[in-house]
């Protein structure tokens, strides 16, 4: 099913910048204050590449694209970016404290490239909804650049961990096999510790391809790249008579010793591949925001909600003081079943669907699909409640999608939002389950954390 490749990875030389002034969040986390800050950071960050800046005097010649691929080819002529003489993988590990909380875990997983695939073939699912206006921005940069410089996030299912036990010694330190010390050890802007150790071995990579070669593929990061990355790889298959499924090339990379490459460079791309069945992964919530509401008064819409939900007010204490995020998170979550917080600036409410008032909103959607507290908060909440279509909805209007309830209680009590609408995370089994049915949940229903750092290693085309 899935075919996955070594890959000579174009890396930055730690010998002419420091590495933790040069890598990034990837492009859809970055906010405007941290693209400030990675563009002061040093003048050959790969925001400049990933998300330039727009300019007003941009032009067709000159515009936040042509000047990310002059960049990177300044980059490569330098010296600052260079291309390893042997195709590899890379294991990569994450080590963070889960946020809210004081538990630390370690994500680890490896960098390949992967072939791309359309859904209809099954080796690849996706997970939620995708907005248009990303994947074209995505594509107009890759067609400039030609180059991957941020993996997607894949998990794929292997209980024995029969691919960990290939690439990490878990007898003792827990460290790779291939190499006790790792080539890079870089603490983000959120003290999640990265670390990374190439993989050079042509006989355990071969046993890593292989390993991999019945399992299919989930998105759990990256739906807009990968579907930018499927069109791109259908045109230039057309462009080249070439079955978009070809087998891949054998190459020669040592007397005796081959390893697979895709059948054309554009047949594949880079990923971060994790083992669903191992420790590690979190995923968050992503909260929602409505803002420009005409005529929203938060009680009236408490009232309204009685029709589909219970609503429970939360009163402030005896001295007067509102609870803050992290008290709203906390009665969330000991909340049993389906429930949000809608919080307004006329008071925070608590609500709990009445089944039988909801059903027939949620008729025609797969029951798997009926149960998710994001499907009944879009549905219900957003759709019936406050009258935002499902269009308006997918392309952004009228609300933003956030990680912090922080921000977004600060954006209601600041008059930028009129509600804050706080949720209960999306489990791993509900999206694995979701996903291999074929299902697809609203957008940004999922929150992985942490994400992959972007410059630790890049795949260009040419």
Known sequence: MARL?????????PTRVNLTDVVTQPYDKITPAMQDAYYAASPHNLIRVILGKHLPADTDADNVYTRAASTLAEFRQEGILKEETEPALYIYSQTYTVPGTSEVRERRGFIALGQLHDYADKVVYRHEQTFPKHKSDRLALFKATRAYCEQIYMLYSDPESKVDHLLFDTEGQQKPAAMRAPDVEITDEYDVIHR??????????????????????????????????????????????????ANPVDVPIAPGKTLPQPAFPEQAMMMTFVNIDAPGITILPTHRV?????????????TKAEQYFHVTEIHATPSGHYPGPDALLK?????KGVAFIAA?????????????AIVPLLAGLPKRQQQL???????????ELLNLNEETVRTGGNIRYLREASEALQQVGSGNADVAFLLKPVTLDQM???????????????????KLLSGLAMYTLD
């Open 5 to 13: 490749y070594p890959f000579r990875a174009l890396r930055y030389d």
């Open 344 to 356: 307004t600036r006329d008071g925070d409410f608590l609500l709990s669907p009445k089944p039988e």
């Open 432 to 450: 694995r389950d979701i996903s291999l049915n074929l299902e697809v949940m609203p957008q940004k229903s999922t929150d992985f954390y942490p």
């Open 331 to 335: 009665q969330l979550n000991d909340t």
């Open 196 to 245: 990374l150790w190439k993989l050079a071995d042509p006989d355990i990579i071969q046993k890593v391809l292989d390993a991999m070669s019945d399992k299919w593929l989930l998105i759990a990061d990256g739906h807009h790249r990968y579907e930018t990355s499927t069109t791109y790889m259908q045109e230039r298959a057309a462009q080249l008579g070439i079955d978009p499924n």
């Open 290 to 302: 409505a803002f420009n509401l005409i005529g929203f008064h938060g009680r009236e819409f408490a």
């Open 373 to 383: 507290d994001v499907t009944q908060l879009h549905k219900v909440i957003l759709e």
